[in-house]
């Protein structure tokens, strides 16, 4: 399984973008990037995924580099309703099995 | 339509008993996973179940262990309890294991003393 890098901390002024950075280096070809956040004392809440294309739904967008060795989530407005752990992790396309990193603790501050 | 279930959502055992943990995954799901997260270890993988069948399994003992049941409802037991089994313990479930978004439940809260 691939690991992924990502920074521990990272604060965000409210209606601002937040930019969360993820490094997969050694992802392989039939990895998929998925993108998960946890708010305290929940369970993760999916947020998006994507092979090689950036991709984009109601709550953030997914920029993926050609190389595929980096990405970044891009929460467009954030709100004080987005403060959480974000994961980024690397996943086969065929199980269910993930494996979360440290993440990135993210703080939107008014 | 109702989310992920996972009963008790607290639980308070003493070393060496063993405990049962319940997952009811949303209508129509059958694969369900169980996760364990602590302050130190973060959030492990522990098993994945579809249609019945373990799919893979994390790098814990012998002494966690699961089912899933015809209906995809799941459980999860661990035996001889240690102080260092107290964690927040999740299940997740997808449609199938093709890559679809994973729900996850509240998590049961288990302390060990």
């Known amino acids: 399984d691939a690991k992924t890098t990502q920074p521990t901390s990272m604060d965000c002024a409210e209606g601002r973008a937040a930019n969360l950075p993820c490094n997969h280096s050694t992802i392989s070809g039939n990895e998929y990037v998925y993108w998960y956040r946890q708010i305290h004392s929940q369970g993760p809440q999916y947020i998006i995924h994507g092979l090689k294309n950036n991709e984009t739904n109601e709550m953030a967008s997914l920029i993926i580099t050609e190389d595929r060795k980096s990405s970044t989530l891009i929460l467009p407005h954030a709100t004080l309703r987005d403060t959480a752990v974000y994961y980024c992790?690397?996943?086969?396309?065929?199980?269910?099995?993930?494996?979360f990193g440290t993440g990135t603790r993210l703080q939107v501050f008014p | 339509k109702a989310g992920v279930t996972q009963t008790p959502r607290y639980l308070i055992k003493t070393r060496g008993q063993q405990v049962t943990l319940s997952c009811s995954p949303i209508s129509g799901h059958r694969s369900v996973s169980w996760y364990q997260q602590t302050p130190g270890q973060g959030l492990q993988f522990l098993f994945e179940y579809f249609s019945e069948t373990q799919r893979n399994k994390g790098n814990f003992p012998g002494r966690f262990s699961g089912r899933q049941f015809s209906n995809s409802r799941s459980e999860m037991n661990v035996s001889t309890l240690e102080l260092g089994d107290s964690a927040l313990y999740l299940c997740?479930?997808?449609?199938?294991?093709?890559?679809?978004?994973?729900?996850f439940g509240p998590g049961t809260r288990l302390t060990v003393l």
């Open positions: 992790i690397v996943r086969l396309y065929n199980t269910d099995k993930l494996i």
């Open positions: 997740a479930s997808s449609l199938d294991w093709s890559g679809d978004e994973q729900f």
